[in-house]
């Protein structure tokens, strides 16, 4: 025998080659074979007893001629059984997971509960005297005339009373067995569709259904005839060889579908081996291609690279000239901008700066903040929201010189800052909220200026000629600033009520359209008295305000080097 008859000798013990039944057409085509097995070796008026014909008038046991049927028909007859004697069933029976409902509905009658009652005692007792019998032998020795014969008659009544009840619990013992039987067997057969195991399975059915018919018989006998089988037909005599039978051919399909177990790993080791060694023929192959390939990739790097670095220095050149003549259109968008006559009426941002320091140096005494305040300023920070900052203080030129102190420590740590702040005669010129808002633009610009023109759609000549209302500005700063992650803006209280006319709402509207119109993070710093006291409370109650109180408890920053007294006349 060749490899290959040795293979198909092994691959049928665990598959089936000539077949693609599904599983339905091979467990029927089982049970049918079963059936014949059975017609074989019972009498006809049995098996038709049990699967009678479809045209006959009294079939009523099974309709779709199955084993699971005929368990259900067995079933049906146990549990009449079980009601005619006043049989109550276990209560592990009844939570069991696996047990069916019982088919009877009616309630048991007090006179049934004694009968079952009575039969219990009695099987018991005789139980006991069968157990003690050989005792009671020795003792009916001693007069056997007068004893003998009526030990020898309740002898055999009690035998008969125990073979009775000792059938009665082999058999809902077997048929609770078999119930668990079929569907591992039948579960067998499919994982395993094999001739050898159609057959067994088909003579562990034909087994099955010959107990079934013993079994079906029996529970449909009258109470004379389970007296007289008890004493002429016990489980010993007539059932046992049935049940010994069907646990023979169970085993042998366990052995069969553990022979099938090992003949299928034996299969796939080979093919496991046979795919090991088609890899190996693989990876050769593959590492036959990469030398080929690496052979190939210096070939190409030898001559294709100095065309490499060319092409590398003409791309850098290209970028180096595109990002100077972005920065160039950038610078003349810029100027462009800028040259416009609206701006001529507003300071620079440089010119309001050295204003405000210049006026913060006229104080000599340091604007200072407890510690508390010091933590919410790092607060207020850290938000990734827009935030509104208040500085709280009695008199408002500590709230400036502050606000001018954080503006040049925003400057010193290089962060984006752009301030409406008071310039030189502010107050004598007409201002409107729109001229802060110019005034913010105008840095903006100067702080993004190599920006300008990244976005899809820059701001240009034409949105700053065509804006005419505060929203329209408040568009242009944001659609500015929306190029730079984050960025501060502070408003000085003065030039905003010098600019709003006196008008805390028309300044708490444009504080409104910065804080939540920027797309942008964004921390607004001014003083309380730009606001009112209800709109700082309810920033501080939706946690979009902080709000720090200037004092002469500590000082935030370095302490300057004091000054030299002047001295105004010289000895």
């Not at 085509?29 to 038709?48: M, N, Y």
Request: aromatic share 8%; proline share 4%; hydrophobic share 40%.
């Amino acid at each position: 025998m060749d490899l290959a008859d040795q293979a198909g000798d092994i691959a049928g013990w665990y598959s089936n080659a000539n077949t693609s039944s599904s599983p339905e057409e091979i467990l029927q085509t089982t049970f049918t074979h079963a059936k014949l097995l059975l017609r074989s070796i019972v009498k006809p008026q049995d098996f038709e007893s049990l699967f009678p014909p479809t045209n006959a008038p009294n079939a009523q046991y099974v309709s779709s001629h199955t084993i699971l049927d005929v368990q259900r028909c067995l079933k049906d007859a146990q549990a009449s059984y079980e009601c005619r004697i006043g049989h109550t069933t276990d209560a592990f029976q009844n939570i069991a997971p696996t047990t069916a409902a019982s088919t009877s509905t009616n309630p048991t009658t007090p006179l049934s509960k004694s009968k079952a009652k009575a039969r219990h005692w009695l099987t018991g007792l005789s139980e006991k005297l069968v157990h003690y019998g050989n005792i009671f032998d020795v003792m009916v020795q001693h007069h056997p005339e007068y004893v003998s014969l009526a030990w020898g008659i309740f002898k055999l009544l009690f035998i008969a009373i125990t073979n009775h009840a000792e059938t009665a619990s082999k058999f809902s013992k077997s048929l609770s067995q078999i119930a668990d039987l079929l569907p591992q067997h039948s579960l067998h057969l499919i994982l395993y569709p094999t001739p050898r195991m159609q057959s067994s399975v088909a003579r562990l059915f034909a087994h099955i259904l010959n107990f079934f018919l013993s079994a079906l018989k029996w529970y449909k006998d009258s109470r004379a005839l389970h007296a007289i089988k008890s004493i002429f037909q016990p489980w010993d005599l007539k059932f046992r060889h049935d049940y010994e039978a069907i646990a023979a051919e169970a085993q042998q399909i366990v052995r069969m579908a553990d022979m099938g177990l090992k003949a299928e790993v034996r299969d796939t080791r080979l093919e496991v081996v046979q795919g090991t060694r088609h890899w190996e023929l693989v990876r050769q192959e593959m590492n036959e291609l990469k030398v080929e390939n690496q052979r190939l990739a210096s070939l190409f790097q030898a001559k294709f690279g100095m065309m490499e670095d060319s092409m590398h220095c003409m791309y850098q050149e290209i970028r180096l000239d595109f990002a100077s003549q972005r920065a160039t259109l950038n610078r003349v968008h810029l100027n462009q901008m800028l040259s416009l006559p609206l701006w001529n009426s507003l300071p620079t941002s440089g010119e309001s700066l050295q204003f405000c320091r210049s006026m913060r140096n006229r104080r000599r005494e340091r604007t200072k903040l407890p510690l508390p305040d010091v933590k919410k300023l790092e607060t207020w920070s850290s938000q990734r929201k827009n935030a509104v900052l208040l500085i709280d203080t009695h008199m408002p030129v500590i709230a400036k010189t502050f606000m001018v102190d954080l503006i040049d420590l925003i400057l010193e740590n290089r962060l984006p800052i752009i301030w409406a702040l008071r310039y030189i005669d502010y107050w004598d010129q007409r201002m409107s909220a729109t001229d802060v808002i110019r005034m913010l633009i105008l840095q903006t610009m100067q702080v993004g200026a190599d920006r300008l023109l990244n976005s899809p759609f820059p701001v240009t000549l034409e949105h700053l000629r065509e804006a005419s209302s505060l929203n329209d500005w408040v568009g242009i700063l944001n659609h500015l600033l929306s190029n730079i992650s984050h960025a501060f803006i502070a408003l000085d209280a003065d030039l905003l009520a010098h600019a709003t006319a006196h008008e805390r709402s028309e300044a708490l509207e444009m504080l409104d359209m910065l804080r939540l119109n920027l797309s942008c993070k964004v921390k607004i710093v001014t003083a309380t008295s730009s606001v009112t006291r209800a709109y700082a409370e309810e920033l501080e109650h939706s946690n979009a305000c902080v709000k720090i109180e200037t004092g002469n408890t500590g000082d935030w920053r370095k302490p300057r080097r004091p000054r030299r007294p002047m001295v105004r006349f010289r000895k």
